[in-house]
């Protein structure tokens, strides 16, 4: 038999644990679940990789979050003492693992002003800075909502811990491929991809929350423009 092994909770590791307890203690949270098929997205991908783009597919599917939320400004909000403000740029918090089973989820400032492109390189950057440690303290602390992707998993759906004060989580899971029947009654492949969104109940209500996740499906499902 292996020897049992104990981690003193300490340094990053106790600080993550302080901001998620702390979270679901002051936060009344909520999480709905979508999906949405992916096809007209992968179709744009595919364009804009023979144009000579080096978007992700994630990075389409950030952008499309990113243009949803700013027609729906109250998921882009935070809640802080008894004051709900919503914010006019999106300053997108990416949650990215690292080493040690840390995470940290820096802001990608401005997101709603750039393209596909520009936030594809900006992504790339501010992942690059947060496994090398270069994180800012600003960048470390000004989203104004999160994403958090498990795309690579096999978990469809799940429940996002809310970064408070922030709102709002977007949590993005794998797609799965299934058979549906085409216009013409013929039968399709299609990618379908698991969508959830943490909210805080005294900020928004149910119905603007689903509201957001509607829209953005359909964002998707249209190609993301």
């Given at each position: 038999?292996?020897?049992?092994?104990?981690?003193?909770?300490?340094?990053?590791?106790?600080?993550?644990a302080a901001k998620?307890?702390?979270?679901?203690r002051s936060a009344?949270?909520?999480?709905?679940?979508?999906?949405?098929?992916?096809?007209?997205?992968?179709?744009?991908?595919?364009?804009?990789?023979?144009?000579?783009?080096?978007?992700?597919?994630?990075?389409?599917?950030?952008?499309?979050?990113?243009?949803?939320?700013?027609?729906?400004?109250?998921?882009?909000?935070?809640?802080?003492?008894?004051?709900?403000?919503?914010?006019?740029?999106?300053?997108?918090?990416?949650?990215?693992?690292?080493?040690?089973?840390?995470?940290?989820?820096?802001?990608?400032?401005?997101?709603?002003?750039?393209?596909?492109?520009?936030?594809?390189?900006?992504?790339?950057?501010?992942?690059?800075?947060?496994?090398?440690?270069?994180?800012?303290?600003?960048?470390?602390?000004?989203?104004?909502?999160?994403?958090?992707?498990?795309?690579?998993?096999?978990?469809?759906?799940?429940?996002?811990?809310?970064?408070?004060?922030?709102?709002?989580?977007?949590?993005?899971?794998?797609?799965?491929?299934?058979?549906?029947?085409?216009?013409?009654?013929?039968?399709?492949?299609?990618?379908?991809?698991?969508?959830?969104l943490t909210f805080?109940?005294?900020?928004?209500?149910?119905?603007?929350?689903?509201?957001?996740?509607?829209?953005?499906?359909?964002?998707?499902?249209?190609?993301?423009?």
């Amino acid at each position: 038999m292996g020897q049992m092994h104990t981690l003193p909770l300490k340094g990053m590791r106790k600080m993550i644990a302080a901001k998620m307890s702390e979270s679901l203690r002051s936060a009344a949270q909520l999480t709905l679940h979508a999906e949405c098929e992916l096809t007209a997205l992968q179709a744009r991908r595919a364009r804009l990789k023979a144009a000579g783009s080096q978007a992700s597919l994630q990075d389409l599917l950030l952008h499309a979050i990113v243009q949803t939320l700013r027609e729906h400004p109250a998921l882009n909000a935070t809640l802080e003492d008894e004051v709900i403000t919503r914010h006019a740029a999106v300053h997108l918090g990416l949650a990215i693992p690292l080493p040690d089973d840390l995470l940290v989820a820096p802001a990608l400032f401005d997101a709603g002003a750039l393209d596909v492109d520009g936030l594809a390189e900006a992504r790339r950057v501010l992942t690059g800075k947060a496994l090398a440690g270069k994180l800012s303290v600003r960048e470390l602390t000004g989203a104004t909502v999160t994403v958090s992707n498990l795309g690579l998993s096999r978990v469809r759906f799940f429940t996002p811990i809310l970064n408070v004060p922030q709102v709002a989580i977007v949590g993005i899971g794998c797609s799965q491929r299934r058979l549906q029947r085409a216009a013409d009654g013929s039968l399709v492949e299609a990618d379908f991809l698991g969508l959830s969104l943490t909210f805080d109940h005294r900020a928004v209500n149910g119905a603007p929350a689903a509201e957001f996740l509607d829209a953005l499906c359909r964002r998707i499902e249209s190609a993301g423009s």
